[in-house]
Nanobody, 120 residues
Framework: QVQLQESGPGLVKSSQILSLTCTVS??????????WSWIRQPPGKGLEWIGY???????HYSPSLKSRTSISRDTSKNQFTLQLNSGTPKDTAVYYC????????????WGQGTQVTVSS
């Protein structure tokens, strides 16, 4: 059973870096052909895809967030990390990490989500 757990600060000041880590257990982040993704849900809104890092380490980001986003990984710890620069209150959301299936048809495992508030 694959499990994902988000961790990181729950409160970030505006203009600072928002950084979250997802720790994966029960499966390796280098296993073909999964996509390890970050997704967020602002209050009162739907899910917004942020980006992913693939089993091979390649990355892909949402065009609307690309200029501020970086996703990296530590294979020795089986973790992947989201970094969102220049945070604004609009980045306030519940942030989820999830495993995307080959072809990105769907996500089969999700973390429980972590609330991040960016203060003005």
């Amino acid at each position: 059973q694959v499990q994902l757990q988000e961790s990181g600060p729950g409160l970030v000041k505006s203009s600072q870096i928002l950084s979250l880590t997802c720790t994966v257990s029960g499966g390796s982040i280098t296993t073909e052909y999964y996509y390890w993704s970050w997704i967020r849900q602002p209050p009162g809104k739907g899910l917004e895809w942020i980006g992913y890092i693939s089993h091979s380490g390649s990355t892909h980001y949402s065009p609307s967030l690309k200029s501020r986003t970086s996703i990296s990984r530590d294979t020795s710890k089986n973790q992947f990390t989201l970094q969102l620069n220049s945070g604004t209150p609009k980045d306030t959301a519940v942030y989820y990490c999830a495993r995307g299936l080959p072809g990105l048809s769907e996500y089969d495992y999700w973390g429980q989500g972590t609330q991040v508030t960016v203060s003005s």
